[in-house]
């Protein structure tokens, strides 16, 4: 008589952070850009609050064709092709939220995800697949992102009107 042996094994994804924040972090490679680069008046702000998050808050203006406030992360490249999505752990205050990612510093696209937030502490998972190519406000006629690697990740908010905004980041990975 003959034993057959299988052996299943199961592969589990391993997660990558790419920012945690803390009372200590450094935020030297996170950037404000506003609608000002284009005359707007819309005015955001980012700090560690006491808490030891990453505060991103302000006012949203339409005031000379504006109505967008972005933070911008900066890094080296990272190879993101074992990944499939984003996974956020934040604190919005129940407005919507963009996602950005750029596979290179130097593409003026991104490819965006919008996102709703509940005025709680939540998880918010974005896809790669889900995340598709935009330029000034226009969807691009390119593929969704591949995810084979990034340099930039960014929130933004702009949503066609004047309101304040305050969202609170603890952690940023790939999964």
């Known amino acids: 008589m003959r034993l057959l042996l299988f052996v299943s094994v199961i592969l589990f994804q391993q997660s990558m952070t790419l920012f945690q924040f803390t009372s200590e972090s450094n935020i030297d490679n996170w950037r404000i850009l506003d609608d000002v680069v284009m005359g707007g008046r819309s005015d955001g702000h980012f700090k560690i ?8 808050y302000g006012d949203i203006s339409l005031a000379n064709n504006g109505g967008f406030s972005s933070l911008r992360y900066y890094f080296e490249t990272v ?30 696209y991104s490819y965006i995800c919008k996102f709703e937030t509940t005025g709680e502490w939540q998880t918010v998972e974005v896809p790669f697949a889900d995340m598709y190519a935009s330029f000034r406000g226009y969807r691009l006629d390119m593929p969704n992102f591949k995810g084979n690697q990034m340099e ?23 999964e």
């Open 79 to 108: 190879d993101a092709s074992d990944y499939s999505k984003f996974k956020l752990r934040l604190k919005g205050d129940g407005k919507t939220y963009q996602l950005r990612v750029k596979d290179s510093r130097y593409n003026r």
């Open 152 to 174: 930039e990740i960014a929130f933004l908010i702009g949503n066609k009107k004047k309101e304040s905004f305050k969202l609170l980041i603890d952690t940023i990975t790939l």
């Open 49 to 56: 609050n006491d808490d030891g998050y990453g505060e991103y």
